[in-house]
């Protein structure tokens, strides 16, 4: 079972060496991991070549022109060998039984969809003390009330994103996915409730800003094809949930 890890990186030089180590200290040995440099204007590059030349498993791509997070993760997936994804964003990190416990359960389960609960760091690599945790299951109805599925944590079938692509746009563009799956393909996706992403809060992300990242996610709602009313029932639910979650997690990093 080949693991094929797609990394989009820009300007990661301060980060980007933290993640790929993660993955190559996986217990879970058989995978590939995808690092595509999206014409990064500092040494993004020579980190990713160097990690390169100790681990064959670790291939270099590089973008002609800036294509955003969207478009490079979609080359990464169209450039995979494996029939199995997993995202890492070039500023997170992993525990090093992530993929192993990932693969246990879909061999237990059948699932084509998994993901896990995180753990935070801030920006200089700190670890917090919240963690996010995650349920066994969770539906289409389900996570439209929250996305409790970080990019970074998903494991899902090619197929899926092939049919799936994530859009370019001002929205969180994984979630658009996540919810397209779940809803047109009729299943769940499985939840390893145990904080292996390592997930790190920068208010320099998309997500950092909580109004954008509001407006983001109603974003999504819309496209999608949510009605009106029904965008803003479960927008509800998201603002409530998230004020919970980011409100733990601001008080974590004034400590």
């Known amino acids: 079972m080949l693991i094929?890890?797609?990394m989009p990186a820009y300007n990661a030089e301060k980060t980007v060496r933290q993640a790929i180590g993660s993955v190559m200290a996986q217990t879970f040995k058989?995978?590939?991991?995808?690092?595509v440099n999206d014409k990064s204007k500092d040494t993004t590059r020579d980190i990713i070549l160097d990690l390169a030349k100790s681990d064959g498993r670790i291939r270099y791509i590089e973008n002609k022109r800036n294509l955003g997070v969207s478009e490079t993760r979609n080359?990464?997936?169209?450039?995979?060998?494996?029939?199995?994804?997993?995202?890492?964003?070039?500023?997170?990190?992993?525990?090093?039984?992530?993929?192993?416990?990932q693969v246990e359960?879909?061999?237990?389960?059948?699932?084509?969809?998994?993901?896990?609960?995180?753990a935070f760091m801030d920006q200089e690599g700190r670890r917090l003390d919240y963690c996010l945790n995650?349920?066994?299951?969770?539906s289409f109805r389900q996570l439209l009330k929250q996305n409790v599925i970080s990019c970074s944590s998903v494991l899902i079938e090619k197929a899926l994103l092939e049919?799936?692509?994530?859009?370019?746009?001002?929205?969180?563009e994984d979630y658009a996915v996540w919810l397209g799956v779940l809803k047109n393909e009729g299943i769940d996706a499985y939840g390893v409730d145990k904080p292996?992403?390592?997930?790190?809060v920068s208010g320099a992300s998309k997500s950092g800003n909580k109004a954008k990242a509001a407006l983001m996610h109603w974003r999504v709602y819309r496209h999608?094809?949510?009605?009106?009313?029904?965008?803003?029932?479960?927008?509800?639910?998201?603002?409530?949930?998230?004020?919970?979650?980011?409100?733990k997690i601001w008080r974590e990093t004034r400590k």
């Not at 084509?112 to 995180?118: A, E, K, L, P």
């Not at 995650?134 to 969770?138: Q, R, S, Y």
Request: glycine share 8%; net charge neutral; aromatic share 14%.
């Open 196 to 200: 292996l992403l390592i997930y790190r």
């Open 105 to 118: 359960l879909i061999r237990k389960s059948g699932a084509r969809f998994v993901f896990t609960g995180s």
């Open 30 to 35: 058989d995978w590939e991991l995808l690092v």
């Open 4 to 6: 094929s890890v797609v």
């Open 224 to 247: 999608i094809g949510l009605p009106l009313t029904s965008s803003a029932y479960y927008f509800v639910f998201y603002m409530v949930r998230n004020l919970k979650k980011y409100g």
């Open 163 to 172: 049919r799936y692509p994530m859009a370019s746009g001002d929205m969180h």
């Open 75 to 101: 080359r990464g997936v169209s450039l995979a060998c494996g029939q199995w994804i997993a995202f890492l964003d070039s500023d997170d990190a992993w525990e090093e039984q992530k993929l192993e416990e």
């Open 134 to 138: 995650v349920p066994e299951k969770v």
